[in-house]
């Protein structure tokens, strides 16, 4: 076995790998590895067989530690089901598909993919993915969703979060034929401090409690 292992190489992709497609070839290999979206090359196994710099910068692969890895070991476990399901589906409709995930690396980052088939053959059926970072829209949506679900002086769930978690707790206790309790807390003295110290005493009363 050959110690080199390719970064995104057009051959593997590529209808035509004669003299005369030389050219386009290295053309096409130096864009895919100059290229800022995250490129990767799988086989049927899922095996990487290769990456672009992008790539192998986002999740600290080195060039020379390719051969032989899983697509599975730079996805995080609990992400690599509908990773898996995904990779199934576009090799059975040979259509493309997408797919979102978290990349292991220091700080993991989102990514949202795009697989495409790309080789059909009794030996080979290799998969082109590619994908964009998504982690500041992921970051941007989960402070959306906990800003409508939390109040802003206590960081405590709101009424949005109250009323989500009873739709939940209905429907489970529907489904096991069970029931559930509600209990009201009330905070005692609460006006009387706004009245007597202003509102801003009022609110830091209700944040220490």
Not at 121 to 132: A, V
């Amino acid at each position: 076995m050959s110690n080199h292992t390719p970064d995104i190489q057009p051959a593997h992709w590529s209808a035509k790998n004669g003299p005369g497609d030389r050219v386009l070839q290295e053309r096409l290999e130096t864009l895919a590895e100059g290229a800022c979206d995250l490129l990767m090359l799988v086989d049927v196994e899922n095996r990487l067989l290769g990456a672009s710099r992008t790539t192998r910068n986002t999740v600290d692969i080195l060039a020379d530690s390719l051969e032989g890895m899983s697509l599975e070991d730079i996805v995080l476990e609990e992400d690599w089901a509908p990773v898996a399901k995904v990779l199934r589906g576009t090799r059975l409709t040979e259509t493309p598909r997408k797919v979102q995930a978290r990349l292991k690396a220091a700080a993991y980052r989102w990514v949202e993919f795009t697989v495409l088939p790309c080789a059909n053959t009794e030996e080979q059926f290799t998969l082109f993915l590619c994908g964009r970072d998504i982690t500041d829209i992921k970051a941007a949506e989960s402070a959306l969703e906990y800003q409508s679900t939390h109040d802003a002086l206590t960081g405590l769930p709101n009424r949005v979060a109250l009323e989500l978690h009873l739709q939940d707790e209905i429907g489970h206790s529907r489904r096991q034929n069970d029931t559930f309790a509600v209990f009201a807390v009330g905070l005692d003295g609460l006006h009387k401090a706004n009245n007597s110290m202003g509102h801003q005493a009022g609110d830091e009363v209700l944040k220490s409690t």
